[in-house]
């Protein structure tokens, strides 16, 4: 496969550029948005940003990251590729997010409590 400007790219690498370059969208309702991110059920990676795409130097050599949060937690291994002629600083953090189970009884919005966190 050839993308214009990228030159030869495998499937994996297209997966991953449509996914790191994605701008992520906030849990909405159906009527009202929220400030805080949706679940991955809700807005899958986000909007496509061909732009961003097209002219990103940074890649990387996964499109998603599991953690499994369980007693079995597993561990996770990224490799950031800096492809532009300039040095890049790059900051690792978290974003949380809506996820599928935190849904009180008879109500579309997540709930946080006074720590911040979201509940169930």
Same mark, same amino acid.
């Given at each position: 496969?050839?993308?214009?400007?990228?030159? =030869?790219?495998?499937?994996?690498?297209? %997966?991953?550029?449509? *996914? @790191?370059?994605?701008?992520? $969208?906030?849990? /909405?309702?159906?009527?009202?948005?929220?400030?805080?991110?949706?679940?991955?059920?809700?807005?899958?990676?986000?909007?496509?940003?061909?732009? =961003?795409?097209?002219?990103?130097?940074? %890649?990387?050599?996964? *499109? @998603?990251?599991?953690?499994? $949060?369980?007693? /079995?937690?597993?561990?996770?291994?990224?490799?950031?590729?800096?492809?532009?002629?300039?040095?890049?600083?790059?900051?690792?953090?978290?974003?949380?997010?809506?996820?599928?189970?935190?849904?009180?009884?008879? *109500?579309?919005?997540?709930?946080? $409590?006074?720590?911040?966190?979201?509940?169930?």
């Amino acid at each position: 496969m050839e993308a214009r400007g990228k030159g =030869k790219v495998t499937p994996a690498e297209i %997966k991953s550029l449509l *996914s @790191t370059t994605a701008n992520p $969208n906030v849990f /909405h309702d159906g009527v009202t948005a929220s400030p805080f991110l949706g679940s991955i059920a809700q807005r899958g990676r986000g909007l496509i940003d061909a732009y =961003k795409l097209m002219h990103t130097t940074t %890649k990387f050599n996964v *499109s @998603t990251i599991s953690f499994n $949060n369980t007693e /079995h937690i597993a561990p996770a291994y990224i490799q950031i590729n800096n492809t532009g002629s300039l040095p890049r600083v790059y900051t690792v953090g978290h974003v949380g997010a809506a996820t599928v189970y935190t849904l009180p009884k008879n *109500s579309s919005i997540p709930q946080r $409590n006074n720590l911040g966190d979201f509940v169930a």
